[in-house]
């Protein structure tokens, strides 16, 4: 059974960091790519970033490039986001995502709120 559980959000004030952790259960996170997703209240559910299986090539959406770093750590079954230099447009619910060859899994998310 494919899980994956968010961990790590918070209330932040703005320049703050986080550290974001999606672990991943009922399957071999080395053969598949990962995303992190985010949405707003009001806002449609948009990608953050995602890290390849293959070579760890990675993404990361204009907003978010230069303060978000994603990685992975397959023996831990784990995908990372950290956040570094927080604003407060960055709040929302954080969530990973997998597609699979059974299908499209999303975490429960995880909350971020950055404010003073």
């Known amino acids: 059974q494919v899980q994956l559980v968010e961990s790590g959000g918070g209330l932040v004030q703005p320049g703050g960091s986080l550290r974001l952790s999606c672990a991943a259960s009922?399957?071999?996170?080395?053969?598949?790519?990962i995303g992190w997703f985010r949405q707003a209240p009001g806002k449609e559910r948009e990608g953050v970033s995602c890290?390849?299986?293959?070579?760890?090539?990675?993404y990361y959406a204009d907003s978010v490039k230069g303060r978000f770093t994603i990685s992975r750590d397959n023996a831990k079954n784990t995908v990372y986001l950290q956040m570094n230099n927080l604003k407060p447009e960055d709040t929302a619910v954080y969530y990973c995502?997998?597609?699979?060859?059974?299908?499209?899994?999303w975490g429960q998310g995880t909350q971020v709120t950055v404010s003073s």
């Open positions: 995502n997998v597609v699979t060859l059974l299908g499209n899994y």
């Open positions: 009922g399957f071999t996170l080395d053969y598949y790519a």
């Open positions: 890290i390849a299986s293959s070579d760890g090539s990675t």
